[in-house]
């Protein structure tokens, strides 16, 4: 153990001064509080661009909007606004995965006024990291700009929810940081990825 660790310490400090390492949140949970068919938490990862609450919390309200629902296009093509109302709790977009790219899903959410955005799988497999290669496209500047956390969840969870909101179904949340588990990766200048070193060695 004590070996596992020097090592970890070692490599993190070269990592420092090289720049190529970097800590990303890759797990957490999420919590449906209502409506109470649904109770109980569910596994979700956190997307590598935007933001998150390292050892905290975020409550909201879902919603699954009737048109743009793969957040492909800008919501205000649609007339759409998300903006949390006074004294509630912040408004959760889900979105479906397809069509374009998962950062500029959240980068449409944010522009939208919601607080965060959950994307749903449309197959069934093991969730995956989602990640941004676009960030390094020309025109794709956006990417840094956001700042919502983002978190991808399990086909069967996202068809729940869109059962439970067509029924007129209250469906509320709680993304939860406190377990999430930092990485670090280790890259080639390139880009190739080399080895993955867990936080929680």
Known sequence: MWEKLKIFVWVWCVLCGSGFGRFIVTKNSLEVTSPESMNGFYDSLVGIFGGSNLGGTMAGTVIYPKSNRKACR????????????????PTFLLADRGDCFFSLKAWR????GVAAILIADDRRE??????????????SEYVQEIFIPSAFIMKALGDDMKRELSDGQMVNVTLD?????PRIDLVQNLG???TVIDGGV
């Open 74 to 89: 800008s919501f205000e093509d649609f007339g759409f606004s998300f903006n949390s109302y006074s004294g509630g709790l």
């Open 177 to 181: 940081w406190t377990g999430a588990l």
């Open 192 to 194: 190739e990825a080399m």
């Open 109 to 112: 959410a944010q522009n939208a």
């Open 126 to 139: 093991p969730l995956f990291n989602m990640e941004s290669p676009e960030e390094y496209y020309p025109g």
